[in-house]
């Protein structure tokens, strides 16, 4: 990835839909359009529009018919598809109305009281907001009844406090679900980790767990941020390095 003029690299946002026979679980809803003109260019964000309603408009569905949204954690990368694109004057307000919004506990607690160190990564009044729906579920273990045995959860805690890791597996196949662990390809390899990670040497450990785990589940693993890849499989060459494929 070759940075531009402002040391920036490109990258997705991208989330996953699984529709099952009687619902649809979106597991993030990536960055939205939630970022004033300021903030939009600051950043980065090509977009105006809502992608991902766009996206679900491609399948012929709309935000109200997701039944449950999974957020590995409440980065405004993550989390800021919540919300109804930005407009002057107007107060941010969450979409998905008939969506429980699932989050792990330690996330967040760390999204409440975030660090200076990250204080930035987190939306203003987002927490609030999904503590007023009333359809806000913290995750503390692995497994959660209402999504069924298809669904279970990993963690990690190098990125941010509570990172979950969505794990589905059905009949033919197993998608973990990487999120800024594994962000994309390149940091598939062990060492190469992001200046955003708050403990980057329990990440590299975190990592190489949840990539052994791929191999031996013969599963795909997402990545939310590769611009070119959403997934692939993992596999170790004859020295041990793990290699997407």
Known sequence: MIPDEKNRITLACRALLIQEENRN???ETGIGAFFNPVLRDRYGVDEQDHILLNSLKEQGLSHTD???VILSHLHFDH???????WEEGVEPR??????????SQAAWERAAHPHARD????????NELLMKSQRLILVKKEKQDLLGEHYRFMFSDG????LMHTIFKNNQDTIIFASDLIPGLPWVHLPISMGYDRFPETLIDEKKKLLEFAIQQDAHV???HDPHVSMSKIRQDEKGKFIPV
């Open 222 to 224: 997402f990545y939310t």
């Open 79 to 85: 989390a800021g598809g919540l919300l109804a694109k």
């Open 119 to 126: 204080r930035a990564s987190f939306i203003p009044h987002l």
């Open 159 to 162: 990125h941010t406090p509570g």
């Open 94 to 103: 969450l979409l998905f109305p008939n969506a429980r919004y699932l989050v």
């Open 66 to 68: 997701i039944d449950y």
């Open 25 to 27: 679980v979106l597991l």
